[in-house]
């Protein structure tokens, strides 16, 4: 539904602007009622609608309803997601590297989400307790 109305909008806001730029100004009679007799209507009546002013209006009033609408349209809308069917993505373990008392490295499964590192520790050396003889 919105979809047409945008398009009825759009189509709406063409015809608009061309039938307004295809019409004449009011000043266009203006010189001829000074010196020409070609225009009586000046200061008089204005006359009959023609055409264009009868489609500019009705343009006008079409145009102003399909803005209401849209503008309805948007500020009602419930909040939904196209991912409301889709589960979240699992959390990635962190891997961090220790090392045991043996000099081994162990491998320890961390309960953040965070980034396993590139960068592995060295391992610590090791040092055997002397024993004295």
Do not use: R
């Not at 020409?36 to 264009?52: E, I, K, P, W």
């Not at 000099?103 to 965070?114: E, I, W």
Request: glycine share 6%.
């Amino acid at each position: 539904m919105t979809v047409l109305i945008i398009i009825v909008h759009v189509f709406v806001c063409l015809a608009l602007i061309l039938i307004v730029l295809l019409q004449t100004g009011k000043g266009a009679d203006m010189g001829a009622s000074f010196g020409s007799s070609g225009s009586q209507t000046l200061f008089g009546a204005s006359g009959a609608m023609t055409f264009l002013n009868k489609a500019t209006t009705i343009v006008a009033v079409v145009f102003m309803v399909t803005c209401l609408l849209l503008a309805y349209i948007s500020t009602n809308q419930t909040s939904s997601s196209i991912m409301k069917d889709e589960k979240a993505p699992m959390e990635q373990k962190a891997v961090t590297a220790e090392t045991t008392e043996q000099g081994t490295p162990a491998t320890q499964v961390s309960d953040t989400a965070a980034p396993a590192s590139s960068e592995t520790t060295a391992p610590a050396p090791t040092t055997t307790p002397e024993t004295s003889k």
